[in-house]
């Protein structure tokens, strides 16, 4: 057992235990903090398929959570409602099946966005996906049939069979398994053929292509997976707060998903975890202490970024092995 | 529709053209020179409006304002170069995405804290004030016109700048080849950092104008900053001349689609959609037209690299 494993599996203990503990001495505020914690570690999860194996640097993966949040917030609105959707098609409260609409839906728009944004590289990557992240911001703050700015409601959270939603505790176990299997799926898509592959065109394309793979599908494909794990976690934000919100798509939770990354350690299995807990316990910790908590989340920021590259896995876990 | 309301709409894009144009002069020099990408440059921007609407409303003169608006960007500028921009030249794209971004959380908190959330608001100058006659019969507003022509004439100052000058000479020479210009004796830390305090500069005039049109808050830079992205995207990163074509085709697209879309599409569907429909697609219109631009040039239209 490596530093590393042992340490992830720390942190996936520790995520389980606290809000179990609290959910029984009957503190579900720390509960519904942990909850924050999966999903937004989950949604990092996603993004860390293209930034950390692919070296993607996505500043557009707020489209995807919004896009997430929103096919929750439109579904249970319309069932809420009882209008049917398109086609006459009753519409659900069903998780599982919110989730996949979100999963395909998210797939279906990164296809393109990838598709174009993939031909640049760079600095054009980084500023590319920011824009069409902004395209789908304004187009749903200027629609105003699914709340426009204010945002859009869900009245009750939504249902999964058997386990009562309602409730901090079941919700946050679904959220937590659901961590896991993203956990699964990154560590799955990192160990597999493809995984070599999108590393190798992260490392070096050319060789890549002169290997007869073509870096390109490789990349897109991969942006498609990490944009439809974050469109899940964006379904679960949104049940979380009963609200899907037009901040989910705004720039600042692009930043904030990069940020939880690095905070963890970029392309590490558990980084996004490690990133999660820190980045929500200095939300909760500065914010009691000062109402300019950003202030010095920024200063905080700026010191890891300048000084400390690891990120919290590397300082638990000693350096990376590879690059 | 009038041929005046049109022509005032066109003059509404090309003063945003010119607002763009100043914000990515800046960026895409930095970049060019650099080759860093700044996120922290709407906080400049924001920078140079506070100083105008604070130092305006000590005085009671505008003018002082504006020329505070440049010194107080310039030496924001120049600080934030030297204590962390500085050590961000040799690291990746990501390190220098995260660190401009913990500068924006603690620019726009910083500037909350010193100056509260409410929003300032700054005077057009006496001067300035009043409208002038189109042709056609419509009116419209000096000032805009007056923002015009001070963006055209810093285009005009910086091609001069950078054509004729020694220090444009450098400017363009570290653009090529910064290792050769340091070995020619060059002091390159000192020209990183006046190319910095210029684009912040830039950034804190543009604020202090706009800051007359709009009110002064914080947060008022990151919209400017995205659609200056977009320019420079289009124009090509690091071209001057790409800077000013994208920022005038940003500033026109954008007020003419916002403008002339619900009223094409009113031909075609009830009034109350066309306008939601036009509305809707017109936010987007811009990011549509870049799209189409990276999908026939992925490096824009003027790059400098290729």
Redesign the interface.
């Known amino acids: 057992m490596t530093r590393e494993t042992f340490a992830n599996a720390l942190l996936a203990l520790l995520l389980l235990a606290v809000p179990i503990a609290a959910s029984y001495m009957g503190e579900p505020f720390y509960v519904t903090l942990a909850t924050r914690i999966a999903v937004l570690a989950l949604a990092a999860v996603g993004l860390n398929i293209a930034?950390g194996l692919g070296g993607l640097?996505s500043?557009g993966h707020a489209a995807f959570f919004g896009l997430g949040g929103y096919a929750a917030g439109v579904l249970a609105t319309h069932a809420f409602n009882a209008e049917p959707l398109l086609f006459g098609i009753a519409s659900t409260t069903s998780m599982p099946v919110i989730w996949l609409v979100a999963i395909v839906v998210c797939g279906l728009v990164a296809l393109p966005i990838g598709a174009?944004s993939l031909?640049?590289a760079?600095?054009?990557f980084?500023?590319?996906t920011?824009?069409?992240a902004?395209?789908i911001y304004?187009?749903a703050?200027?629609?105003?049939a699914y709340g426009g700015e204010d945002g859009l409601s869900i009245y009750v959270r939504n249902t999964f069979p058997g386990l009562n939603t309602a409730q901090p505790l079941p919700f946050f176990l679904i959220c937590y398994v659901l961590l896991l299997l993203g956990l699964l799926l990154f560590r799955f898509l990192r160990d597999s053929r493809f995984g070599a592959a999108l590393q190798a065109a992260r490392q070096n394309a050319t060789r890549l292509a002169a290997v007869g793979i073509p870096p390109f599908k490789i990349r897109l494909v991969a942006f498609a997976i990490s944009a439809m794990v974050t469109g899940l976690a964006g379904a679960l934000f949104a049940d979380l707060n009963r609200f899907a919100s037009p901040s989910m798509l705004s720039?600042h939770m692009s930043?904030e998903l990069?940020?939880l990354i690095?905070l963890g350690g970029?392309g590490r299995q558990f980084g996004p975890v490690a990133g999660a807990m820190l980045f929500v316990l200095l939300e909760y910790v500065l914010g009691g202490i000062t109402e300019?908590w950003?202030?010095f989340?920024?200063?905080i920021?700026?010191g890891v970024?300048?000084f400390a590259?690891g990120g919290l896995i590397g300082l638990l876990a000693g350096r990376a092995r590879h690059g | 529709m009038s041929a005046a309301l049109l022509l005032e709409q066109l003059l509404n894009g090309l003063q945003l053209g010119v607002m763009l144009f100043l914000m990515a002069a800046g960026l895409t020099l930095i970049f060019g020179v650099m080759g860093l990408i700044n996120l922290a440059h709407g906080s400049l921007y924001m920078v140079g409006a506070f100083a105008c609407a604070m130092i305006a409303s000590a005085t009671g003169s505008f003018w002082i304002g504006l020329a505070a608006s440049l010194v107080a960007a310039a030496a924001a500028g120049a600080i934030v170069e030297v204590l962390v921009i500085r050590r961000l030249y040799q690291r990746d794209h990501l390190d220098q995405v995260l660190a401009t971004f913990a500068l924006i959380l603690i620019f726009s908190e910083g500037t909350r804290w010193l100056f509260g959330s409410f929003p300032l608001y700054l005077d057009i100058p006496p001067l300035l004030q009043g409208a002038v006659p189109l042709p056609g019969g419509g009116q419209y507003q000096l000032y805009r016109l007056a923002v015009i022509g001070v963006g055209v004439v810093v285009a005009a100052g910086l091609y001069l700048l950078i054509s004729r000058t020694r220090l444009g000479m450098r400017i363009r020479a570290g653009e090529s080849d910064r290792e050769m210009i340091a070995a020619l004796g060059v002091d390159i830390s000192t020209l990183y950092t006046v190319v910095f305090a210029l684009g912040a500069a830039l950034a804190g005039l543009a604020g202090a104008l706009v800051g007359a049109l709009q009110s002064v808050q914080v947060g008022m830079g990151e919209p400017v900053l995205i659609l200056a992205f977009v320019v420079i995207v289009i124009g090509g990163i690091g071209s001057i001349k790409g800077a000013l074509f994208g920022a005038v085709l940003v500033g026109v697209v954008d007020t003419m689609g916002r403008f002339l879309l619900p009223q094409a599409l009113s031909l075609m569907l009830p009034a109350s959609q066309a306008n939601l429909v036009g509305a809707a697609l017109a936010s987007m219109l811009i990011y549509i037209v870049m799209a189409l631009i990276l999908a026939i040039r992925p490096s824009g239209l003027f790059s400098a690299q290729s």
Do not use: N
């Not at chain 1, 703050?141 to 105003?144: I, L, N, Q, T, Y």
């Open positions: 930034l640097v500043f174009v031909r640049t760079g600095v054009y980084i500023m590319i920011l824009a069409f902004q395209m304004y187009f703050v200027s629609w105003p720039w930043g990069i940020v690095v970029i300019r950003q202030f989340l920024g200063l920021l700026l970024v300048l590259r």
